[in-house]
């Protein structure tokens, strides 16, 4: 299991990366917030997640630990795949998405593309308890337009929501 690749950055593509690592070059998937983050020719780490099928073995790379986190949570949702995840993903931050979430927003997760009301609401339905509970480890302070929420404020959130 890899935890994280850090090496120089090859190729940039659209939703994935190569990085070269010791002379081997990992094709790694990644949302657009992450590929933004990273230019050819310069040192980068990402945060790997891996997606290991009966054909295929692919590496998913993320630039924050939060990013990773949220990824394996969404394409543990019945429906979501990797591909899914990832322009979920590209479409909001990790906090963005957190409090979309938590709230309810079936709005915000159907900006991505490829994603549908009906999965936008089971996302909701099966992330909403796990996120509310790892909120604090996803710094929510710093989603755009977001309340400041700490473990003792969670609950003033889920009142203001409610």
Same mark, same amino acid.
């Given at each position: #299991?890899?935890?994280?690749?850090?090496? /120089?950055?090859? !190729?940039?593509?659209?939703?994935?990366?190569? +990085? !070269?690592?010791?002379?081997?070059?990992?094709?790694?998937?990644?949302?657009?917030? /992450?590929?933004?983050?990273?230019?050819?020719?310069?040192?980068?780490?990402?945060?790997?997640?891996?997606?290991?099928?009966?054909?295929? @073995?692919?590496?998913?790379?993320?630039?924050?630990?939060?990013?990773?986190?949220? @990824? !394996?949570?969404?394409?543990?949702?019945?429906?979501?795949?990797?591909?899914?995840?990832?322009? +979920?993903?590209? =479409?909001?931050?990790?906090?963005?998405?957190?409090?979309?979430?938590?709230?309810?927003?079936?709005?915000?997760?159907?900006?991505?593309?490829?994603?549908?009301?009906?999965?936008?609401?089971?996302? +909701?339905?099966?992330?909403?308890?796990?996120?509310?509970?790892? %909120?604090?480890?996803?710094? #929510? =302070? %710093?989603?755009?337009?977001?309340?400041?929420? %700490?473990?003792?404020?969670?609950?003033?959130? =889920? !009142?203001?929501?409610?």
């Amino acid at each position: #299991m890899y935890y994280h690749i850090a090496g /120089t950055v090859t !190729d940039i593509e659209p939703y994935a990366a190569v +990085i !070269d690592c010791a002379g081997v070059g990992y094709l790694l998937n990644a949302s657009l917030n /992450t590929i933004a983050r990273l230019k050819t020719g310069e040192r980068a780490k990402l945060y790997v997640s891996e997606v290991i099928r009966e054909d295929s @073995f692919e590496l998913y790379g993320f630039a924050s630990r939060a990013e990773k986190r949220c @990824f !394996d949570m969404l394409v543990g949702v019945s429906g979501v795949g990797p591909k899914a995840a990832l322009s +979920i993903l590209s =479409s909001s931050t990790p906090e963005a998405l957190a409090m979309a979430v938590i709230s309810g927003d079936e709005r915000a997760l159907t900006v991505a593309p490829g994603i549908g009301k009906k999965i936008a609401q089971r996302v +909701i339905l099966e992330l909403k308890d796990k996120m509310a509970k790892e %909120s604090p480890g996803l710094d #929510m =302070s %710093s989603a755009v337009g977001a309340p400041a929420v %700490s473990a003792a404020g969670e609950g003033k959130l =889920s !009142d203001a929501v409610a």
